[in-house]
């Protein structure tokens, strides 16, 4: 079992930035994925961003050209640099891991509140 801990939450303005880290507490050998989700009070949780171990990113539409997605592989860690955030950021953001195939695994983090004041 992984844990995956997020850290770097908070309040900002609109127009400020944040990042998150999320630090895995293992390393997950193979082709695996992680990511940020985040959920908003009344909604559903919804994708983000995501980054394969080799690098390869995905960005849902709302997020392209603020947020940026990073890993450290070497560091079980994985980043999300939040600039020009907007109220409609505000949410809680949990980190996911997930592996596929034989042995597929898929972990959660506690989550992380983010709150931007208009």
Same mark, same amino acid.
């Given at each position: 079992? #992984?844990?995956? #801990?997020?850290?770097?939450? %908070?309040? *900002?303005?609109? %127009?400020?930035?944040?990042?998150?880290t999320?630090a895995?507490? +293992?390393r997950?050998?193979? $082709?695996? #994925?992680? %990511?940020?989700?985040? /959920?908003? !009070?009344?909604?559903?949780?919804e994708l983000? +961003?995501?980054?394969? @171990?080799g690098?390869?990113?995905? $960005?849902?539409?709302? *997020?392209?050209?603020?947020?940026?997605?990073?890993?450290? @592989?070497?560091?079980?860690? *994985?980043?999300?640099q939040? @600039?020009?955030?907007? !109220?409609?950021? +505000? +949410?809680?953001? $949990?980190c996911?891991?997930?592996?596929? %195939?034989?042995?597929? *695994?898929?972990?959660?983090? /506690?989550?992380?509140?983010?709150t931007?004041?208009?």
């Open positions: 079992q #992984v844990q995956l #801990v997020e850290s770097g939450g %908070g309040l *900002v303005q609109a %127009g400020g930035s944040l990042t998150l999320c895995a507490s +293992a997950i050998f193979g $082709y695996n #994925v992680m %990511g940020w989700y985040r /959920q908003a !009070p009344g909604k559903q949780r983000v +961003a995501t980054i394969t @171990n690098g390869n990113t995905n $960005y849902a539409d709302f *997020v392209k050209g603020r947020f940026t997605i990073s890993r450290d @592989n070497a560091k079980n860690t *994985v980043y999300l939040m @600039n020009s955030l907007k !109220p409609e950021d +505000a +949410a809680v953001y $949990y996911n891991q997930k592996s596929f %195939g034989i042995g597929a *695994v898929n972990f959660w983090g /506690q989550g992380t509140q983010v931007v004041s208009s």
